[in-house]
């Protein structure tokens, strides 16, 4: 599993956009996470699946009403990330009115969870390979803070704890 001190792993995340921008596209976009980092300070909470029961009522919405202190405490961008594909994602950020506050980063594949050694295997429950529920704040690419929920659990990936942190 990553830890502290390691830079995160070159993936590729991908982000469905609703306006087209300078570079990128309406529909889905495929970002490097390598490239995403570069030069920021950002924070990375990432969770089982788009428009679960937790996700949806408690870690999204923490993050959407703490934006403002955690981006004056000097953070460029909140990724939410989860093993969905790009359009659920977008989906799910409409439905939970996350704006430009939140980047909804689909790893449909796990590619990205699987090098960070935090995929969580719910095949057994009819789920498949997800994302353990964690949060990290990154710079440049490096792992500064890392908090992985104990399984069942949701006590150190929200927004306010993360926050401390910053």
Known sequence: MIAVGQKLP??????FLDEATEGCSIGPNAFEV??????????????????TPTCSAKHVPSYV????????KGVDEIW??????????????????????????GDGS???????GLELDL????????????????????????DREAPGKFEVSDA???????
């Open 34 to 51: 390598e490239k995403l980092t570069a030069g920021k300070k950002i924070v990375i909470f990432a969770l089982p699946g788009a428009f």
């Open 110 to 116: 796990a590619e990205f969870t699987k090098k960070l």
């Open 80 to 105: 939410c990330i989860s093993v969905n594909d790009p359009f659920v994602m977008g989906a799910w950020g409409r439905d939970q009115k996350v704006g430009n506050k939140i980047r909804m980063l």
């Open 123 to 146: 095949t057994a429950r009819g789920l498949g390979v997800r994302s353990d529920r964690y949060a990290m704040i990154v710079e440049d690419g490096l792992v500064t803070s890392l």
């Open 10 to 15: 070159n993936a590729t995340l991908y982000e």
């Open 160 to 166: 306010a704890s993360v926050l401390k942190k910053l």
């Open 65 to 72: 009403e703490h934006f403002d202190a955690i981006k004056a």
